[in-house]
């Protein structure tokens, strides 16, 4: 089964910037579509973009669109989401996560991403105003 460790959160101004990583080990990740979900506080888990396996297709929810893209680097077994022009209201624990079944296109992974498997600590993002 394959870890995921999330790193690259920290505490931004309004505005600001952050990129994510997500590093798989144990078992490659290329094959899988990938996703990036949040928890902010008091608040229940939420999917937030997803790509392809192949790196050709990308999903965001309505809120981040515009602001966050999400890439992958098969070679490296590792996913980034880059964050842009931050809000206090992205505040969140991110997390990463893969789809459960291999060669999956981005929009797939946002149906099903109930589905995935365990989740990591995640990476803790704070956005003051």
């Known amino acids: 089964q394959v870890q995921l460790i999330e790193s690259g959160g920290g505490l931004v101004q309004a505005g600001g910037s952050l990129r994510l990583s997500c590093a798989g080990s144990g078992r490659t990740i290329s094959r899988y579509a990938m996703g990036w979900f949040r928890q902010a506080p008091g608040k229940g888990r939420e999917f937030v973009a997803a790509?392809?396996?192949?790196?050709?297709?990308?999903y965001y929810i309505d809120s981040v669109k515009g602001r966050f893209t999400i890439s992958r680097d098969n070679a490296n077994n590792t996913v980034y989401l880059q964050m842009n022009a931050l809000k206090p209201e992205d505040t969140a624990v991110y997390y990463c996560?893969?789809?459960?079944?291999?060669?999956?296109?981005?929009?797939?992974?946002?149906?099903?991403?109930?589905?995935?498997?365990?989740w990591g600590q995640g990476a803790q993002v704070t956005v003051s105003s």
């Open positions: 790509i392809g396996w192949d790196g050709r297709t990308a």
């Open positions: 996560n893969a789809d459960r079944h291999p060669y999956g296109l981005a929009h797939g992974l946002m149906r099903t991403w109930r589905t995935v498997g365990s």
